[in-house]
């Protein structure tokens, strides 16, 4: 400071709509800390949307002497594409009757653009659905995509021929439109938030959630609400996760 003594600087990241929702002013050009108004916080949440629509998942950085004092510095994407392999693994699971679910803490746009790109979400004519089994897996699907013994068994009980590539192509190669954010009406109806299950009772959740197959901003609690679900709706659940937070609902 100008007078030569210490003081606190704190430095934020986390979903763009809460940072945005603590800071008073942003980062003008020239480095210097301006008002932020509604216009300019509704300007950051649609280019925070834009991003994660396009499979980004997307951060709020803000820094200020206090938490109370907070300016907003900008979005930072970060892309975590699913694994090599990820796809067909998800195609051979559908095909083989297993209902492929997505539960994870990304927001609605990265979630949504991650499970139609991994096949989570897609044409289901090409499938023979027997919707007694589920498999619950996280945003990566990194368990999913490293499973040997699984994998083995898909290449042992499934042809290689050129209708698993016509199917997969057919599930993956979806029109796309210029703007992202339009792609999101193909998966709309079939996401629910974690702040939508806890308002949903108890005695009914496990009738409620039987079409969903994106579940995002998600706690580790509502994975192992939904794991009792789908149990009490006689499905056999499988669950991968690759974080601690996962434990839990394993």
């Known amino acids: 400071s100008s007078s030569g003594g210490d003081y606190p600087l704190y430095f934020v990241k986390g979903m763009p709509e809460a940072v945005l929702s603590e800071c008073r ?10 008002p932020l108004t509604e216009q300019g916080r509704w300007r950051a949440l649609s280019q925070s949307r834009r991003m994660a629509a396009g499979g980004l998942r997307v951060l709020g950085m803000a820094y200020g002497a206090s938490l109370t004092e907070l300016t907003f510095a900008g979005l930072v994407g970060m892309e975590d594409p699913p694994r090599e392999g990820v796809a067909e693994a998800v195609l051979q699971l559908r095909r083989g009757g297993v209902k492929v679910i997505m539960v994870t803490g990304d927001s609605k746009e990265t979630a949504l653009a991650i499970a139609r790109r991994c096949g989570i979400l897609g044409p289901d004519h090409h499938l023979h659905q027997h919707p ?28 290689n021929d050129s209708s698993d590539d016509v199917a997969l192509n057919s599930m993956l190669d979806q029109p796309t439109s210029h703007n992202p954010l339009d792609d999101l009406e193909f998966g709309a109806g079939l996401a629910l938030s974690g702040e939508q299950l806890d308002s949903i009772p108890a ?8 079409g969903v197959r994106v579940f995002y901003r998600v706690a580790p609690r509502h994975k192992l609400s939904l794991v009792r679900a789908f149990q009490q709706h006689d499905d056999i659940v499988a669950m991968t996760g690759d974080g601690v937070n996962d434990a839990t609902a394993l």
Do not use: Y
Request: no cysteine; hydrophobic share 40%; glycine share 2%.
């Open 203 to 210: 005695h009914v959740l496990s009738e409620s959630i039987m």
């Open 132 to 159: 007694t089994h589920t498999f619950f897996d996280n945003s990566s699907l990194l368990p999913l995509a490293n499973n040997n013994d699984m994998m083995d068994d898909m290449d042992a009980s499934t042809d």
């Open 25 to 34: 002013s942003h980062t003008a050009a020239d480095g210097s800390a301006v």
